[in-house]
Nanobody
Framework: VQLQASGGGLVQAGDSLRLSCVAD????????VAWFRQAPGKEREFITG???????YISSSAQGRFTLSRDMAKNTVYLQIGSLKPEDTAIYFC???????????????WGLGTLVTVSS
């Protein structure tokens, strides 16, 4: 499955943003999907994910401002980010795998990522 993330850009602190991840080829319903981000000089970090049954998972640090949703008809997974902060500046990736995991090393399919830059 090929993934394409989009929706990033330059925003101001306090803004909201919705990122999209579109799958080409195979339907998302067959895969667990997760969002990760990687800030400059830092490790890739798990944000939130969903397994094939629709069960959603979220990191403790992401609770409250990050929301994952799916539109199965559009084969798209979204990441809504609220009250953006400069420390949210990172490349945001979506990934898919046959099994859910919060570990980025477990994911087989990756999109190229979309850059989010938050100015103060």
């Amino acid at each position: 499955v090929q993934l394409q993330a989009s929706g990033g850009g330059l925003v101001q602190a306090g803004d909201s943003l919705r990122l999209s991840c579109v799958a080409d080829g195979r339907a998302f319903k067959n895969y667990a999907v997760a969002w990760f981000r990687q800030a400059p000089g830092k490790e890739r970090e798990f944000i939130t994910g969903v397994d094939q049954s629709g069960t959603r998972y979220i990191s403790s640090s992401a609770q409250g401002r990050f929301t994952l949703s799916r539109d199965m008809a559009k084969n798209t997974v979204y990441l809504q980010i609220g009250s953006l902060k400069p420390e949210d500046t990172a490349i945001y990736f979506c990934a898919a795998n046959e099994e859910y995991s919060p570990l980025h090393t477990e994911y087989r399919y990756w999109g190229l990522g979309t850059l989010v830059t938050v100015s103060s």
